[in-house]
């Protein structure tokens, strides 16, 4: 019984131990609107919601789909956020929103931030800044060009 008792002593001090090496979490990075590129990932940005329109409310038998293009932006300039499912619920105009590990979507050629399944979209106190709406990333229109090496 004794034995049982300590190897149970050491169990636990073997996993307190590792809890201990375990690496911490690192902390964001938090990035600005206009510093945002066409086809990048893993965005966490701090950003007032200025309008929401609702593209698509559909409820068939097994699941909602709902989507909803708003725009966000900081002090530094706006983006199209296209929200999806709860998402559009929280995106309300007026809302401070935290958009963490974000990426970029290309649609018909301009530039859109969305959060998939691994990121998250948390509401949060408001902030003092004002959105800069005058540089509004997405009405930059790109094109994909390939260019070819010659030797």
């Given at each position: 019984m004794?034995?049982?008792?300590?190897?149970?002593?050491?169990?636990?001090?073997?996993?307190?131990?590792?809890?201990?090496?375990?690496?911490?979490?690192r902390?964001?990075?938090?990035?600005?609107v206009?510093?945002l590129?066409?086809?990048?990932?893993?965005?966490?940005?701090?950003?007032?919601?200025?309008?929401?329109?609702?593209?698509?409310?559909?409820?068939?038998?097994?699941?909602?789909?709902?989507i909803?293009?708003?725009?966000?932006?900081?002090e530094?300039?706006?983006?199209?956020?296209?929200?999806r499912?709860?998402?559009v619920?929280?995106?309300?105009?007026?809302?401070?929103?935290?958009?963490r590990?974000?990426?970029?979507?290309?649609f018909?050629?301009?530039?859109?931030?969305?959060?998939?399944?691994?990121?998250?979209?948390?509401?949060?106190?408001?902030?003092?800044?004002?959105?800069?709406?005058?540089?509004?990333?997405?009405?930059?229109?790109?094109?994909?060009?390939?260019?070819?090496?010659e030797?």
């Amino acid at each position: 019984m004794e034995s049982k008792a300590l190897s149970t002593a050491t169990k636990q001090q073997a996993d307190a131990a590792a809890a201990a090496t375990k690496p911490s979490l690192r902390k964001p990075v938090f990035v600005k609107v206009e510093s945002l590129k066409p086809g990048t990932n893993g965005h966490t940005l701090v950003v007032k919601v200025v309008r929401s329109n609702t593209v698509l409310n559909k409820k068939p038998r097994y699941q909602n789909s709902k989507i909803a293009e708003c725009l966000v932006g900081d002090e530094t300039g706006a983006i199209l956020f296209t929200a999806r499912n709860d998402q559009v619920d929280l995106m309300k105009p007026g809302n401070t929103v935290v958009l963490r590990n974000a990426k970029i979507d290309m649609f018909k050629g301009s530039m859109r931030l969305a959060v998939d399944k691994w990121g998250r979209v948390e509401v949060t106190e408001p902030q003092a800044f004002e959105v800069k709406e005058d540089n509004n990333l997405s009405l930059v229109e790109y094109e994909l060009v390939n260019v070819v090496e010659e030797l």
